[in-house]
């Protein structure tokens, strides 16, 4: 969806909807059953047709930009399952995404609030090292024993519900991955290619094992993995917070280093990063030359996607004697249309039974800062979600995404269910010699 030139109805000029998005709504309540937050509200304005129309009226001068809009506009978990069953093509998420925007133009937080919105996204995020210097304290608060004490004096429960939930959702804290992965890692026998991994910060910072597992996975499967140290954050947590502007700037960055890179595919081992990195194109639409995007989004590939396309090397892989159920990430399934291939590899590993759960891509409750602004609301999509996963009574949970893997697993560990939770790429890289 590109930056408008012309300003539409209340919408200021900057990032608004395009007019022909939100009028091709026809009303039909297809995507009604797959909206979580109707499911949980029965509201209209909380469902996709009632958000859409919502944005028809701004841009029809109907409505000013309320704050009633806003609150819509952040109240979706721009988790995009009603994209997939939208009948006319409507993108009542990403229409949502970019009224976010809007309301940081429209209605402004406070003067604390936009501060700490700012540092966050413009100075933290694009930088690193900084991100990586402010993990530090997290983890001695987990070395010195502190957060033991905290977690049984039960202090938490004083303060505000997010910040429990933050807490609890804090996995066993290890040295970023970031500055440890060699720039190049070699293929392992015979040389199938050239790949630029997209190291997300989620995943360096909370799973640096897991996309460990991925390079190790990546050139056990013929390919050098090239993984550039200045790759800065993809932008997905600037789009979900309305900062488009710093997003495009991170966009243009990463775009310029991957093509710089001169790699035969750019892969990603996270969800939320992987759709963004497809989004560039748009995002980017006329900020640089169209070639240039065209030759980027050709080159992304989510990592299950990119084995699959390839074909997987299954000679060698060491049996796996475990039952999977398999959760899809809406960033997988819903924004980059990626079900099958994950299921594909899961098969493919000699060893696994794979066991179905109902409503697979029915979202997790994540969804960002989603699942700690509304950690209520997050919670019973969360418990509808795991309610799903026990009934197949696998042994371990595997998913596609840092934001899915730990509201998972903070949820597992609360309800003490006897599942593991793993990235897709642990699981292969369980079986790979
Ligand atoms: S958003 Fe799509 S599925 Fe939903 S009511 Fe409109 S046209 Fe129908
Ligand atoms: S993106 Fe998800 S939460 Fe938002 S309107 Fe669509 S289905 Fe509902």
Redesign the pocket.
């Known amino acids: 969806m590109s930056r408008t030139k012309e300003k539409l109805g209340n919408f200021t000029q900057l990032d608004a909807p395009k007019y022909e998005d939100v009028l091709q709504c026809m009303r039909c309540g297809f995507?009604l059953p797959?909206?979580?937050?109707?499911a949980l509200t029965g509201r209209e304005r909380?469902?996709?047709r009632g958000?859409v129309a919502l944005a028809r009226a701004v841009a029809e001068q109907k409505l000013e930009f309320t704050d009633a809009v806003k609150q819509e506009a952040f109240?979706?978990?721009?988790?995009?399952?009603?994209?997939t069953?939208c009948p006319s093509g409507v993108r009542?998420?990403e229409v949502?995404e970019i009224c976010r925007s809007q309301s940081h133009q429209q209605v402004p937080l406070g003067h604390v609030g936009n501060s700490f919105r700012k540092f966050i996204l413009q100075r933290m995020l694009p930088d690193p090292e900084l991100m990586e210097r402010s993990m530090l304290p997290a983890r001695l608060y987990q070395r010195l024993g502190i957060q033991w004490l905290v977690r049984h004096s039960k202090a938490l429960k004083l303060g505000p519900a997010w910040m429990e939930k933050a807490e609890g959702m804090l996995p066993e804290l290890k040295a970023p991955l970031r500055p440890q992965l060699p720039v190049i890692t070699e293929a392992v026998g015979e040389k199938r290619g050239r790949i630029g991994f997209f190291l997300g910060c989620v995943m360096t910072l909370m799973y640096p094992d897991v996309s460990r597992q991925t390079v190790r996975v990546l050139a056990y499967q013929g390919f050098d993995v090239v993984t550039p140290r200045a790759t800065k954050c993809c932008g997905a947590p600037h789009l979900s917070e309305g900062d488009r502007q710093t997003a495009r700037e991170l966009a243009l960055f990463n775009l310029d280093l991957f093509l710089q890179a001169d790699v035969d595919y750019i892969v990603t081992d996270c969800a939320g990063c992987g759709a963004a990195l497809k989004e560039y194109e748009e995002l980017l639409d006329g900020e640089t030359e169209h070639e240039r995007l065209a030759s980027f989004r050709a080159k992304v590939r989510d990592v299950s996607e990119f084995l699959t396309e390839v074909g997987l090397r299954t000679g060698g892989l060491k049996p796996v004697q475990k039952s999977v159920t398999y959760h899809e990430p809406?960033h997988l399934c819903?924004a980059q249309s990626i079900s099958r291939q994950p299921r594909d590899l899961i098969q493919q590993i000699p060893g696994v039974e794979l066991r179905e759960m109902e409503e697979a891509s029915w979202?997790c409750g994540s969804?960002a800062t989603w699942g700690l602004k509304f950690s209520e609301e997050s919670r019973q999509v969360l418990d509808r979600k795991l309610d799903n996963v026990r009934k197949t009574e696998a042994e371990i949970l595997v998913t596609a995404n840092p934001g899915c893997q730990l509201q998972l697993a903070w949820g597992v560990r609360e309800r003490d269910l006897p599942v593991q939770v793993l990235h897709i790429m642990e699981l292969l890289g369980e079986a790979t010699p």
């Open positions: 995507c797959t909206c979580p937050t109707f909380s469902s996709p958000r109240f979706c978990l721009d988790c995009r399952a009603c994209t069953a009542a998420g949502m809406c819903h979202c969804a």
